[in-house]
């Protein structure tokens, strides 16, 4: 018998062969790997994985391949999906709020931090979690940097985290701060606010920070110019030493999408074009592309015929609708694609490895992705 091809040297390559009617997403694991170690080594200090991002097996294994040995769990069920794969692995629990049951569940995991951003939740820990465990305050700022606000579900003000912190300290725990500036934040500057206000909040609390988590939120690459990560690591480690001096905290890091959105790409397929106008896809915003109203479509889209030719045709701004029987599945904006562009043909999204599996659901029957390993995220290497 012949044994099936599992590992592909592309996307390119798998669609030509298999020509699959199902949304595909490709998962290149030696392309995580590299993302993860260019992380490791710019940031210095210490990395850690925000599991909500991907948690799927394959991601976790190639980030631990690659160094990466604490993940921030948001959930006793990603502490499972991490502890199956990673049985040694370090766990930060850093959703602020938590029912009791969960706290019980996260004491059986071992988990290593918490974060809180009320004193009811920490009161929910004191007593329970082991002495000397680390809680880290969760703050934010009146104008975050990222794409979304973050700070209207969690985070104390600046003006109430001081006694979060205290409290912290009088009840025999480890205090950190954290903070999240907002997913796809691509302002370097977001961060040093955040850092210089963190030093506020640690002078008026009168603590001596052991740690300071300066979140996720780092940029991916969706379109134009590549983000660029040593910047904000510059900044990061420079507000660190202005605001700290010398003996400042340890600096950790949660990075979700910036660690793995590049090790993936999503194929949709076309499965019509009514009339020659509207553009009806196999995967929509009830499925890997659930990102898309908040964010907008990303700049990194290539359509090929099944064959695998690139489609070269002027860009026509068009309606593009997902799958399902309901008119909010539709992609913001009117996304310029090629004219030549026919049934049949695939649409290819790099750089989709995050927020695309993890919150796609099965509304209509839609939503079930096919996973393909590839060698290589590029679209084509020719083979
Ligand atoms: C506490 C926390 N840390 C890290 C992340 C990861 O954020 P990003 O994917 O923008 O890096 C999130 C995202 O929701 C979060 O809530």
Redesign the pocket.
């Known amino acids: 018998m012949e044994l099936k091809q599992r590992i592909w040297a592309d996307p390119g390559q798998y669609l030509r062969a298999e020509q699959p009617d199902a949304p595909v997403l490709f998962c290149a694991p030696s392309v995580l790997r590299e993302t993860a170690r260019g992380f490791i080594d710019g940031f210095g200090g210490l990395v850690t994985y925000?599991v909500?991002?991907n948690p799927e097996a394959q991601v976790l294994e190639s980030l631990a391949a690659a160094g990466i040995g604490t993940f921030?769990v948001?959930s006793p069920s990603e502490m499972a999906q991490v502890r199956a794969v990673l049985p040694g692995a370090v766990l930060h629990y850093?959703?602020p709020v938590r029912s009791e049951a969960e706290v019980a569940a996260a004491l059986d995991h071992g988990v290593a931090s918490w974060s809180v951003d009320s004193l009811s939740e920490l009161g929910k820990l004191a007593g329970r979690v082991p002495r000397g465990s680390e809680i880290a305050v969760r703050f934010k700022l009146p104008a975050p940097g990222g794409a979304y606000d973050f700070g209207t579900k969690f985070g104390a003000g600046e003006d109430a985290a001081p006694a979060l912190l205290r409290a912290v300290t009088a009840r025999g725990l480890r205090p950190a701060l954290t903070f999240?500036p907002g997913?796809?934040c691509t302002e370097p500057r977001a961060w040093a606010r955040h850092i210089e206000a963190a030093a506020r909040i640690a002078g008026a609390a009168g603590v001596r920070l052991v740690r300071l988590n300066v979140?996720?939120?780092?940029p991916a690459h969706r379109g134009g110019a590549a983000p660029a990560l040593g910047a904000i690591f510059e900044a990061i480690h420079a507000a660190t030493r202005r605001a700290f001096g010398a003996r400042g905290p340890a600096l950790v890091c949660?990075?979700?999408?910036?660690l793995v959105a590049e090790g993936l790409v999503l194929a949709a397929r076309v499965k019509a074009i009514r009339d020659g106008a509207d553009v009806f896809l196999n995967d929509g915003i009830y499925g890997a592309l659930a990102e898309l109203p908040l964010m907008g479509v990303p700049g990194r889209v290539a359509v090929i015929a099944p064959d695998g030719t690139p489609r070269r045709g002027a860009a026509l701004p068009r309606a593009v609708f997902g799958p399902t029987c309901d008119s909010l599945d539709t992609l913001p904006g009117r996304p310029a694609l090629p004219a030549d562009m026919v049934e049949g043909d695939y649409l290819l999204f790099s750089g989709f490895g995050?927020y695309s599996a993890a919150t796609a659901t099965r509304f209509n029957g839609y939503g079930e992705l096919r996973r393909v390993t590839v060698l290589s995220a590029g679209l084509d290497s020719g083979n």
């Open positions: 925000a909500k991002a921030d948001a850093h959703n999240h997913t796809q979140g996720g939120g780092f949660e990075p979700g999408r910036a995050a």
